[in-house]
């Protein structure tokens, strides 16, 4: 089994505004291996009690993987060459690498955005 390639949205600090908030650099970057499935009914159904969103995919991404994926921008061009725009949400669930077989040790929910 093997993954797609996503790009993935990396924010860069690279100053302060008059008021003191910061200001952001944003650069995507290419993420290899990163498997893309349909959330379970239950996922759905936990996601919309806890987040008031709705999961539109779940992302599989691959062990040694450092980048944030909290609140992260992704694009995702399909096999039919449509471009996806998702958007993060809640927090990342993380196994411990060594435990769990395959290549792919973290699951990301996401939602379409437009």
Not at 46 to 54: H, I
Request: aromatic content about 10%.
């Amino acid at each position: 089994m093997r993954g797609v390639t996503v790009q993935l949205c990396v924010r860069t600090e690279t100053g302060k505004d008059p008021f003191g908030a910061p200001i952001y650099d944003e650069e995507y970057v290419d993420v290899d291996n990163v498997l893309i499935g349909e959330p379970t009914s239950e996922e759905i159904l936990a996601a919309t009690d806890l987040y008031g969103k709705r999961i539109r995919w779940m992302l599989g991404i691959p062990k040694g993987d450092t980048h944030e994926w909290m609140n992260a921008k992704i694009l995702w061009t399909d096999s039919y060459g449509r471009q996806h725009k998702l958007q993060s949400f809640g927090f990342p669930i993380v196994g411990v690498d060594a435990l769990i077989p395959g290549a792919w040790h973290m699951k990301v929910r996401v939602e379409e955005i437009e």
